[in-house]
T-cell receptor, first 116, second 111 residues
């Protein structure tokens, strides 16, 4: 049973297109995250949702819009894709306040986005 | 602003060797520290989470230690195997649980 799953695994698209990445967790966690891993393998937080409510929005272009239909899902929609958006995007989840005396964050397998 | 450093960036050892991976952080006001493993082209696997009240956490051949006052954590791998070859990342949570990651140490264990 996959704990945190993402679709698609690979996404190749042209500049200017709009695309979505889906994430689902079956761990019963309240908090979900999106991270971006760039070409230098550096991981950085983008967004965090707690029980469908946005709690972290780092300095990310507003072309990126997360949507959480319920606490088990956190999707990432990207408008007007640019070359610099090429990266691996990871979804993660944790118990509420996972970093605050809580449990670990569990990561999905990642979505490799390539913008041509 | 929290900064997490992992040095060296890469490490190559012969099979069977015991090794230590280092992680340092600038803000010692952390609640826990998490070690991850990332295989090439794959996601992150959580290895160990050590709470700030703990000094050590063990899982199999892995042992993580935490010294908050000095801003350091180490991941000890006993009797290394080729299958341990991967990138090892440490991360600490900040406000709202967002993780700040180090850049990772790429470990290669030679048969």
């Amino acid at each position: 049973d996959t704990a945190v799953s993402q679709t698609p695994k690979y996404l190749v698209t042209q500049m200017g297109n709009d695309k979505s990445i889906k994430c689902e967790q079956n761990l019963g966690h309240d908090t979900m995250y999106w991270y971006k891993q760039d070409s230098k393998k550096f991981l950085k937080i983008m967004f965090s949702y707690n029980n469908k409510e946005l709690i972290i929005n780092e300095t990310v272009p507003n072309r990126f819009s997360p949507k959480s239909p319920d606490k088990a899902h956190l999707n990432l929609h990207i408008n007007s894709l640019e070359l610099g958006d090429s990266a691996v995007y990871f979804c993660a989840s944790s118990q509420k306040g996972g970093g605050l005396r809580g449990g670990p964050q569990y990561f999905g397998p990642g979505t490799r986005l390539t913008v041509l | 602003k929290q900064e997490v450093t992992q040095i060296p960036a890469a490490l190559s050892v012969p099979e069977g060797e015991n090794l230590v991976l280092n992680c340092s952080f600038t803000d010692s006001a952390i609640y826990n520290l998490q070690w991850f493993r990332q295989d090439p082209g794959k996601g992150l696997t959580s290895l160990l989470l050590i709470q700030s009240s703990q000094r050590e956490q063990t899982s199999g051949r892995l042992n993580a230690s935490l010294d908050k006052s000095s801003g350091r954590s180490t991941l000890y791998i006993a009797a290394s195997q080729p299958g341990d070859s991967a990138t090892y990342l440490c991360a600490v949570p900040g406000a709202n649980s967002k993780l700040t990651f180090g850049k990772g140490i790429t470990l290669s264990v030679r048969p």
